[in-house]
């Protein structure tokens, strides 16, 4: 039917959750905000109600040797009416497209059928199915951008009655992006923090925003793209111990290099190098703004090019091995890349 792209046609959607959409996937890199629009969809859908008969939540491994139980569930009329919605998260290993074979094959669907997932690359997999479809949608999250940040930032503040001065939205917007859930969660918590107060500060931001997991995760950043091999390692215990799992680290570290691919055309067409890294949309935190700056005196196009395919391998073994291994995957990657920036710096 149509893959959703703009964030005002995707939250149209959500809302309205049209009749003529029978199959919702909702995937990519981004979990919190695959899992925020999928409670989205399904609250339209059903009208907020936690109804067992209209509202049926399964999960991969329900579907693990009884893959016919999602079109049974997706076939059942609903007892009292209305639409009955079948909401499949966490697929898993589970073979998904072969459960929704069936559906896409019938000429009608009674059901909404809702099925949330992690990234896929086009033209593959569940997301090729869903966008082929005349009656599926296929909806991609990726990590918020600049304006995504300053919505959800606003959102927040307004429902809790603060305005934010500029130094305290620049230091806020740097320190969130790689999961929606997790923004919205550190946004909601220095609101409470400056409940009564009318603004918050750069101090409360300081303060309450991020652990110290989360300014390890930028110091580990910073460490492979700047080429320090002893502070990439020793941060990357630091997270281990703390519970900091490895892909939320990938996710910053690709999230970086992709910065640093944007700002490096910048650069390449000639503008200076410290306009550019303080022109920075959402803004980089201005205590990392030095190394931003050495770092795109390491890193050319190619190598960022290849540094992301390497990393974008690593996150993809991190999905398919087992914990232990799909860390240490990325752990190795981290130091891969590290060793080429040192060496570059030379």
């Known amino acids: 039917m149509v893959a959703l792209k703009s964030a005002s046609e995707i939250d149209l959607f959500l809302r309205k959750a049209p009749a003529g959409a029978a199959l919702v996937l909702i995937f990519g890199t981004d979990d919190g905000l695959v899992a925020e629009r999928g409670r989205a969809l399904v609250k339209a859908a059903t009208g907020g109600v936690d109804d067992p008969f209209l509202l049926v939540k399964l999960s991969g491994s329900d579907l693990v040797g009884d893959a016919a ?53 086009k033209g593959t997999g569940l997301r090729k199915l869903f966008e082929e479809h005349p009656r599926a949608v296929a909806i991609e999250c990726r990590a918020d951008d600049a304006q995504a940040l ?62 110290a997991s989360a300014f390890a995760v930028d110091e580990l950043v910073d460490a492979v793209a700047g080429g320090d091999l002893d ?41 200076r190098t410290e306009s550019v890294v303080e022109g920075q ?4 935190f201005f205590k990392r703004r030095p190394a931003t700056i050495r770092q795109l005196g390491i890193w050319t196009q190619s ?16 999905r398919l091995k087992p914990p232990g291994l799909g860390s240490a995957a990325l752990s190795d990657t981290f130091l891969q890349i590290a060793r080429a920036a040192r060496a570059a710096r030379r």
């Open 69 to 121: 139980r999602l079109a049974d569930e997706a076939f059942t009329m609903p007892m009292f009416g209305g639409r009955r919605v079948v909401w499949l998260r966490e697929p898993g290993r589970a073979n998904v497209a072969g459960a929704l074979e069936p559906l896409f094959e019938a000429a009608d669907l009674p059901s909404l059928v809702v099925v949330e997932a992690g990234d896929i690359k």
């Open 231 to 271: 502070t990439a390692d020793m941060v990357q215990w630091k997270l281990e111990k703390s519970g900091t799992p490895a892909h939320v680290a990938g996710l910053m570290v690709i999230r970086h290099f992709h910065a640093l691919s944007r700002m490096r055309a910048e650069v390449d067409a000639g503008q």
């Open 303 to 318: 190598r960022i090019d290849r540094a992301l395919g390497l990393l974008d391998q690593a996150m993809l073994q991190s």
């Open 281 to 284: 949309r959402p803004p980089i």
């Open 150 to 211: 300053e919505r959800l930032i606003e959102e927040e503040l307004k429902r809790a009655g603060l305005t934010i001065d500029p130094d305290a939205r620049d230091a806020l917007e740097a320190q969130l992006g790689a999961d929606r859930m997790a923004s919205r969660g550190e946004v909601a918590k220095l609101c409470l923090y400056a409940h009564g107060r009318g603004r918050v500060t750069l101090d409360d931001v300081a303060a309450i925003v991020g652990d």
